[in-house]
């Protein structure tokens, strides 16, 4: 099936940033969810940030402040900037995207929401 395609990631020292890039010119429907997940190794894949088609973003409290999620309509493009980052934000991040409306607090506060589409993953490396 058809994915999403992610770009950016890589290394950073803690306190730096770092921008995550998502392709989402597959959402061609008007209601939808787009979000950033990530997944430290050996634990769950957690939701960080979404955006909904209302424009309504939402963050995990670990995030919070840091974080920036961002929809470009015109390049199809979902970015996660993220900004004073700690080595606990050492993951492999996910973007990913529903195929019907849910709001953006609903989606970062349930686990159980279903995925139409995901990206491969990038992993991100913070070191202290």
């Known amino acids: 099936a058809q994915g999403l395609v992610q770009s950016g990631g890589g290394s950073v020292q803690s306190g730096g940033s770092l921008r995550l890039s998502c392709e989402v010119s597959?959402?061609?429907?008007?209601?939808?969810?787009l979000a950033w997940f990530r997944q430290p190794p050996g634990e769950e894949r957690e939701a960080v940030a979404a955006i909904d088609s209302g424009g309504s973003t939402s963050y995990a409290d670990s995030v919070k402040g840091r974080f920036t999620i961002d929809l470009d309509d015109a390049k199809s493009t979902l970015y996660l900037q993220m900004n004073s980052q700690k080595p606990e934000d050492t993951a492999r991040y996910f973007c990913?995207?529903?195929?019907?409306?849910?709001?953006?607090?609903?989606?970062?506060?349930?686990?159980?929401?279903?995925?139409?589409?995901w990206g491969r993953g990038n992993q991100v490396t913070v070191s202290s």
């Open positions: 990913a995207a529903t195929g019907r409306f849910v709001a953006s607090w609903w989606f970062v506060s349930h686990k159980d929401t279903t995925i139409a589409y």
């Open positions: 597959v959402i061609t429907y008007r209601s939808y969810c």
